[in-house]
């Protein structure tokens, strides 16, 4: 009679470990020969016991589908039997014992050591791969999908605020069949669309919402940064052409010149009637605005400047709106008077006619075919004594005066520098908002289309929504957490903006800089991670991240490079830093010291640095004050090392290069701090029981997210001990996992049109 496992149960009990090797239809080498070894060694199998079982674990005779799934019921019926197995070995014995007693307790007390020896040489974890056989209907993971715990209306209405009308008007266009994304591959065609875009939306009041009602707009700037906002949840070169035509082109004439300006230029800008352009980029100067070569020079005789590009690579370059559309430009150059040079001012320069033809003295070269927004026509220009009317200098804070002189309501020539600047950071508003609306595109495509996507799942049981495994919510989920926190940062910079006051423009400039650079390296970290959590799907063009990757991918370079803008705000903290103390008498001086003693006594304290209690990680408090000790840590330790540089005799400039990555932390701390302070104010704001529910979870998870980004600088000043980071580290984790279940509400929350978010998104093929 031919030996088999039911006609000789005691071989019954290796049929798990013989299962468990074949159950990924390979037999490795070394699987082979640990169980033919083990087999070899066991005095208590007959010959031809032994050549059985070796017989199923030939490599060139695999076992057949029916014998896997035979062996998988014994499996399944002896587990659900006695549920508490511990591990293979148990397992067999159950087995082999289930009909009639194949081995007594002291048979498996003799054989105990050698199977325990054979699961280890296998690398097998007894309970992890019962765990695995198990039969399951439903699973934690399978269960773990989308509820709506808030209403979604409601969390939009937070989200909009007081600009929900115009944004709802900007959704309702670009959702519309006018706006269709069926964006051209041919570059000049899909300029004419972008301009036939920007016409549109000029034609429906747009364009001018932030100018003088006396010319045409709104008078709102704060709506014009909604819309700037919410045209980015569409295509992003036709944000840029907007922004350029009626941002930088009409706001650098609104915030730089005089009525005579206004009366001039604006309503043209504004209808796009006047095509325009802001020529500040040259090719060898970059961010060195203060440095830049172009001339402006004064010609009293006919009161007229004269524009000059004095080298090759003192150009104006990669400048919007100028190889195919613009007709006038605003250009900042080097106002020259009788041989002497007055700093960089701005003029309203024409450079085509009508028909869209170059004017003489100006020369115009194509930027070319770039990495995104192809439907942007940047342009290179050259000036060869372009003669412009004296009336075309933007006077507001400069001018030449009838007599030939120079004035200015500014005496400092370094102050009136930074005033001028200083009215055009709202481009460095309008751009962080933008990369914010495109991270909320791609997270809100990525997270719909992980609720639908299923993939492998319990033994035996459904296949699972990928937005349901840990990874894959702890790569999109603080993604998610950052759109939030971000939306309430960009909104308070944008109020302070609009509020300002002369005295603090530093401050704002700084802050606007700063966010600018914080929230567009978001943008670019966010959608890379969707790129990659949509898989193959991510990479087709239909869902629209390639394009959000490319477009935004310029976001971190222009309106200034985010590692220079970073600087900028750093030295803007530093010089507080230094204000405060030079302020200082004796008793400030003491009590500064008196506080930085109690902070070390309360918050570094072995009972506050290993304190893992949740509710104490939870607590804003906990947040706020390690968030605050981090900024004042690193700005005081700048300052003192920057000190000891230049006592050392090292040259200022030099000390400056060697602080620079000690700058970019001076920086990011400060920013992490002012967008924590806002998602807190935020939250005590918010009524609604369940909004605040949720954006709770948001908070911490951004908070803790933050603190395990910075784990490393927490444990070297011994602020936190190993136990507490990786608590965070847990409690993070764990957030993502809560928050999943809303993660689809929170996206809907954004109420991007569908027109605008990527195709499995929005259609039956994401199921699949």
């Known amino acids: 009679m031919d030996i088999t496992f039911n006609n000789d149960p005691k071989l019954s009990i290796l049929l798990p470990v013989i299962y468990y090797a074949w159950q990924d239809d390979v037999l490795t080498n070394t699987e082979f020969t640990t169980i033919s070894d083990f087999i070899n060694g066991q005095d208590w199998l007959t010959k031809a016991e032994k050549a059985f079982l070796k ?46 007693p194949a081995f007594s ?92 875009w920007c016409k549109l939306l000029a034609d429906e009041g747009l364009g001018s919402y932030a100018y003088p009602k006396a010319q045409g707009g709104k008078d709102d700037i704060e709506g014009y940064f909604a819309i700037m906002e919410t045209l980015s949840y569409h295509d992003l070169s036709l944000v840029i052409k907007f922004g350029v035509q009626f941002g930088l082109w009409g706001m650098s004439v609104m915030f730089l010149g005089t009525n005579k300006h206004f009366n001039k230029y604006l309503k043209g800008a504004g209808t796009l009637e006047l095509p325009g352009c802001f020529a500040m980029t040259e090719t060898h100067h970059g961010s060195n605005v203060k440095g830049i070569h172009t001339t402006a020079t004064y010609n009293h005789a006919d009161r007229t400047f004269i524009i000059n590009t004095p080298e090759k690579y003192d150009r104006k370059e990669y400048i919007g709106n100028a190889a195919n559309h613009g007709e006038m430009a605003t250009v900042f ?45 940047n342009g290179i220009i050259t000036f060869k004594n372009i003669v412009i009317p004296h009336e075309d200098m933007l006077d507001k804070f400069a001018s030449v005066n009838e007599a030939g002189e120079f004035e200015s309501p500014i005496p400092s020539d370094n102050r009136r520098f930074f005033t001028m600047l200083g009215t055009l950071v709202g481009g460095r508003i309008g751009i962080p908002r933008s990369a914010l609306a495109a991270s909320k595109t791609g997270l ?10 299923r993939q492998f799942g319990p033994e035996g049981g459904n296949e699972v929504p990928i937005l349901n495994y840990r990874m894959h919510q702890r790569r999109l989920m603080p993604y998610l957490a950052n759109s939030y926190a971000l939306t309430f940062g960009l909104q308070y910079l944008t109020k302070r903006f609009i509020n300002r006051k002369e005295d603090e423009m530093q401050e704002i400039e700084a802050l606007a800089a700063g966010l600018k650079a914080y929230t567009t390296w978001n943008a670019r970290n966010t959608l890379q991670e969707c790129r990659e959590a949509c898989g193959g799907k991510g990479y087709l063009s239909e869902n629209r991240i390639d394009d959000l990757k490319n477009d935004t991918e310029i976001y971190t370079t222009f309106e200034g490079d985010n590692t220079v803008l970073m600087q900028l705000t750093a030295k803007n903290r530093l010089g507080e830093f230094r204000k405060q103390f030079g302020e200082m008498n004796v008793s400030t001086i003491f009590n500064y010291v008196v506080d930085k003693a109690k ?34 840590e690193i700005v005081s330790s700048a300052a003192r090392r920057f000190k000891k540089l230049v006592d050392d005799g090292l040259d200022a ?78 409690l993070v984790s764990q957030l993502c ?32």
């Open 105 to 196: 307790n002291e048979d498996i007390t003799k054989i105990a050591p050698a199977f325990a020896k054979l699961e280890s040489g296998l690398g097998i974890m007894g309970p992890e791969v019962i765990s695995g056989f198990r039969r399951r209907e439903k699973t934690l993971t399978q269960e773990h999908n989308t509820v709506e715990s808030f209403n979604v209306q409601k969390m939009t209405d937070l989200l909009d605020g007081n600009q929900a009308d115009i944004i709802n008007k900007v959704k309702s266009i670009i959702g519309s069949e006018a706006f269709k994304l069926d964006i051209p591959t041919d570059v000049a065609e899909f300029r004419e669309k972008v301009l036939q």
């Open 737 to 768: 996992w809560e928050i999943r279940q809303d993660a689809v509400p929170l996206v809907d929350a954004f109420n991007i049109p569908a027109s605008c978010l990527g195709a499995v998104a929005t259609t039956k093929a994401a199921e699949a």
């Open 599 to 632: 902070t070390s006594i309360t918050e570094k304290n072995p009972i506050a640095t290993r304190n893992t209690d949740e509710a104490h990680l939870k607590d804003p408090a906990f947040h706020l004050q390690a968030f605050q000790y981090r900024e004042k």
């Open 444 to 453: 809100a495509t990525t997270i719909k289309y992980s609720d639908k996507r």
């Open 55 to 100: 017989s199923k674990i030939t490599l060139s005779e695999p076992p057949s589908r029916s014998e896997l799934f035979h062996w998988k019921e014994k499996i399944n019926q002896a587990i659900d039997s006695n549920p508490k197995i511990g591990g293979l070995t148990d397992l067999g014995l159950l087995i082999a014992n289930a009909e009639r």
């Open 333 to 377: 150059a080097k106002l020259i008077i009788e041989g002497k040079d007055y700093g960089v001012n701005a003029f309203v320069v024409p450079i085509r006619n009508k028909n869209k033809e170059v004017l003489p003295g100006i020369t115009i070269e194509d930027c070319g075919h770039k990495m995104g927004l192809n439907g942007v026509d």
């Open 653 to 730: 400039f030099d000390a400056a290069n060697i602080m620079h990555p000690h700058m970019l932390q001076i920086a990011d701390s400060y920013l992490d701090r002012v967008v924590l302070e806002q998602f807190q104010i935020k939250l005590q704001d918010t009524k609604d029981e369940a909004l605040k529910e949720v954006l709770t979870r948001l908070y911490n998870l951004f908070a803790l997210n933050k603190i395990g980004e910075h784990k490393a600088w927490y444990l070297e000043q011994g602020y936190m001990e190993g136990v507490k980071t990786k608590a965070v580290r847990k």
